[in-house]
């Protein structure tokens, strides 16, 4: 005869009752006793970590505490605040938060990606007492909530590893290289002193952390690419549109006017000069 639920509960709850009486331990001194011993083992290993960390970190020619030992240097090299191309990088626990974002590139669906994603899995994880009241627990009988949490492991695992490699244009890499030296014989404007400054401050000044140029850069935040610019505007429009973006409309990309007007007259003759690589050698 089946049972109703609330009865089946009633006899759940009496079971219960009945184990703790029977086998069940009292909090005190038993159970304190080995929160007590698991929190001196927990502060213990703390402080074991601090001691190896400590005197396993040597000095180096560079300075003290800087060579690391098992547990990493004592101090990580002095922050340059001057320094124009730093690309923050997320701790490792979130990238895959930081890969979600390159996925989700267009400024309108950041906060889907930020925000909205996140919690709504969340929610479904805070929920699942609520939605899922049937009593089986053992995983080969719950497929839904098995596939469930593999895809969570496995697309973090993955988004993790994206983050972790992806590549990013770091401006002095890309001058050391020589690349704006290339955009410049590529686009034919080698040899113009102007544009050639322009094209190096290009690659410094992070651009390419949202634009593309001749397959370098981001794409990110709905920047166009801009290895073909030159053919719809002048130097002296890209001048104004870069030292104030925001009268254009574009409200994703900060004034540059701080560049001064020499940098920018070289990023315009940069810009101008930008006609589209191979497709201009095409007419040459
Ligand atoms: C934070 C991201 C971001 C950065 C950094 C950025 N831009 Fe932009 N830029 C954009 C976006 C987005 C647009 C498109 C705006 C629109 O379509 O209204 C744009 C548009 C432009 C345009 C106009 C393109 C057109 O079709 O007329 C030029 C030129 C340009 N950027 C140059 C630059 C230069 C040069 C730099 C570096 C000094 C730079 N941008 C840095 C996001 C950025």
């Known amino acids: 005869m089946a049972k109703g639920l609330g009865e089946q509960n009633r006899e759940w709850f009496a079971r219960y009752k009945d184990d703790v009486k029977k086998e069940g331990k009292a909090f005190f001194p038993r159970a304190m ?22 005197y396993g970190a040597g000095d180096s020619p560079e300075g003290e505490g800087l060579e690391p030992g098992i547990l990493g240097p004592l101090y990580a090299a002095p922050a340059e605040p001057g ?18 974002l390159r996925i989700f590139e267009w400024p309108e669906t950041v906060v889907v990606a930020t925000v909205g994603i996140p919690t709504v899995l969340l929610v479904l994880l805070l929920g699942l007492p609520f939605y899922d009241r049937r009593r089986e627990r053992r995983p080969s009988r719950r497929p839904v909530a098995m ?23 770091l ?46 850069g981001a794409g990110a935040l709905g920047a166009p690419d801009l290895s ?25 990309m900060g004034s540059y006017s701080y560049l001064g007007e020499e940098n920018l007259a070289a990023l315009g003759a940069f810009l101008e000069a930008s006609k589209g690589g191979e497709s201009d050698s095409d007419s040459r």
């Open 33 to 54: 006793l080995h929160d007590t011993v698991m929190g001196f083992v927990v502060v213990g290993v703390i402080i074991g970590l601090a001691v190896i960390w400590y």
């Open 147 to 169: 596939v469930a949490a593999l895809l969570t492991v496995l697309s973090m695992g993955v988004l993790t590893y994206k983050g972790a490699t992806a590549e990013e244009s």
């Open 83 to 100: 320094t124009t191309d730093f690309i923050p990088r997320p701790d490792w626990y979130f990238y895959f938060l930081f890969y979600l």
């Open 228 to 252: 073909e610019i030159g053919q719809t505007n002048d130097a002296e429009y890209f001048v104004q549109y870069l030292a104030n973006p925001s009268r254009f409309g574009n409200n994703v």
């Open 171 to 216: 401006g002095s890499t890309l001058i050391a290289d020589g690349v704006p030296k290339e955009w410049a014989e590529e686009q034919g404007f080698a040899g113009d002193e102007q544009a050639e400054a322009g094209a190096t401050l290009f690659a410094q000044a992070g651009c390419l952390q949202c634009h593309i140029y001749l397959g370098f």
